[in-house]
């Protein structure tokens, strides 16, 4: 029995970097597409957005014009969304890549419908290039796209285990949230998603589980039901 059947993950690009901090790492990529697989095996609806920080984020392009420095960024969560596809397939897991600006070559141009047929037919589905549109991150793109297919919950993969009052790397006071409301939040300035994406969440309704991806069984603990990191309501 499993609490979720629709599930929207929001992976970092930096989750599949491991220990390199940059790039993408086999092995680190291989420990999360096997919990995935396991979501997989117990018939959970498993969608993907995946971020492109482990090559670039748009905001760092300090010297470049913005929209430039955005399509980058969305060209480096394409790349993160070929290698989970690769890997998921590697282990028997039918994946589709769709991305919100078309690259046919390489993957399905999004469209709602479409993603959706796939989910219903099993198959894992990894939105790439965020919302296709400069100016809005891939957590908005997460938030976006859990509305869309009509998600039921998005999992949250974080380098932290959950919410905290403060980031507990510099502040060893900083108290962690069992459950928290997106309102909190965003009065809070807490640095959970950015504003747009929590206010998404907000007024659709979607809850929200943070969790550390460190250990990436962490996933299939939640959807079992297991209290793991925060949520947010």
Same mark, same amino acid.
């Given at each position: 029995?499993?609490?979720?059947?629709?599930?929207?993950?929001?992976?970092?690009?930096?989750?599949?970097?491991?220990?390199?901090?940059?790039?993408?790492?086999?092995?680190?990529?291989?420990? !999360?597409?096997?919990?995935?697989?396991?979501?997989? *095996? +117990?018939?959970?609806? /498993?969608?993907?957005?995946? @971020?492109? #920080? $482990?090559?670039?984020?748009?905001?760092?392009?300090?010297?470049?014009?913005?929209?430039?420095?955005?399509?980058?960024?969305?060209?480096?969560?394409?790349?993160?969304?070929?290698?989970?596809?690769?890997?998921?397939?590697?282990?028997?897991?039918?994946?589709?890549?769709?991305?919100?600006?078309?690259?046919?070559?390489?993957?399905?141009?999004? !469209?709602?419908?479409?993603?959706?047929?796939?989910? *219903? +037919?099993?198959?894992? /589905?990894?939105?790439?290039? @965020?919302? #296709? $549109?400069?100016?809005?991150?891939?957590?908005?793109?997460?938030?976006?796209?859990?509305?869309?297919?009509?998600?039921?919950?998005?999992?949250?993969?974080?380098?932290?285990?959950?919410?905290?009052?403060?980031?507990?790397?510099?502040?060893?006071?900083?108290?962690?949230?069992?459950?928290?409301?997106?309102?909190?939040?965003?009065?809070?300035?807490?640095?959970?998603?950015?504003?747009?994406?929590?206010?998404?969440?907000?007024?659709?309704?979607?809850?929200?589980?943070?969790?550390?991806?460190?250990?990436?069984?962490?996933?299939?603990?939640?959807?079992?039901?297991?209290?793991?990191?925060?949520?947010?309501?």
């Amino acid at each position: 029995m499993v609490k979720y059947k629709k599930i929207l993950l929001k992976l970092s690009g930096e989750a599949l970097a491991g220990d390199k901090k940059t790039g993408i790492d086999p092995a680190t990529v291989s420990n !999360i597409c096997e919990a995935i697989k396991k979501l997989h *095996e +117990k018939d959970v609806r /498993v969608a993907i957005v995946v @971020g492109g #920080g $482990n090559f670039w984020r748009g905001r760092d392009g300090y010297t470049m014009e913005r929209t430039t420095s955005d399509y980058m960024g969305m060209l480096a969560t394409t790349i993160n969304a070929l290698a989970l596809q690769e890997a998921l397939e590697a282990k028997g897991v039918q994946t589709r890549v769709q991305t919100a600006i078309e690259m046919r070559e390489i993957a399905e141009p999004y !469209i709602k419908r479409k993603a959706i047929r796939h989910l *219903e +037919k099993n198959r894992v /589905v990894i939105f790439g290039a @965020g919302t #296709g $549109n400069p100016f809005f991150t891939t957590d908005t793109a997460a938030a976006l796209r859990a509305a869309e297919i009509g998600a039921e919950v998005i999992l949250l993969a974080k380098t932290i285990d959950g919410v905290y009052s403060a980031d507990p790397k510099k502040d060893k006071t900083a108290e962690k949230y069992d459950k928290i409301t997106y309102l909190d939040i965003l009065n809070k300035d807490l640095k959970v998603m950015d504003s747009t994406a929590t206010s998404l969440c907000r007024d659709n309704n979607i809850p929200l589980v943070v969790f550390g991806i460190d250990e990436p069984e962490n996933m299939v603990k939640i959807i079992e039901g297991e209290n793991i990191g925060t949520i947010v309501e």
